[in-house]
């Protein structure tokens, strides 16, 4: 008997890792849902973002799909920031916890949004790609 008592507490650990694995693989699966309509698109634990032209849309991944859907046009981009790795979080900054990284978004009208990343390196990549859209779309003459 205390041989099963002392197995208890894995068999809950194995239970609980089980119920985790299953839950990220719905999560997984809604996201690969909601960004085939998206030409450009990442998931990750924080956030799920895809672009479609010249507009960003992101929110917080569940096995639902994404929720608290934000998006941002990116002619009303003023400037594309990364933080984290070399460069620390800003203290006005509100991620989820334990997020290292993140997208900053600042608008025309000076507000931001910000997108969060697990890895400074994607950050950082999704910063060079969205500056080259930014610049391009900038450089094109408006009617």
Not at 31 to 52: T, V
Not at 105 to 113: I, S
Request: hydrophobic share 40%; glycine share 6%.
């Amino acid at each position: 008997m205390e041989r099963g008592l002392l197995w208890l507490p894995l068999l809950g650990l194995f239970s609980w890792l089980a119920w985790a694995g299953w839950n990220e693989y719905q999560k997984l699966e809604a996201y690969k849902q909601w960004a085939q309509s998206f030409q450009r698109a990442k998931y990750d634990l924080y956030a799920a973002l895809g672009q479609m032209n010249h507009t960003l849309t992101w929110g917080r991944p569940t096995r639902s799909g994404p929720v608290a859907l934000t998006t941002v046009a990116l002619s009303d981009v003023a400037a594309i920031e990364v933080y984290g790795g070399d460069t620390p979080l800003p203290e006005d900054t509100h991620l989820p916890r334990g997020c290292s990284a993140c997208v900053r978004l600042v608008l025309r009208d000076r507000t931001y949004h910000d997108i969060p990343f697990t890895e400074a390196d994607l950050a950082t990549q999704w910063q060079k790609v969205l500056q080259t859209d930014l610049d391009s779309l900038q450089s094109t003459p408006q009617p």
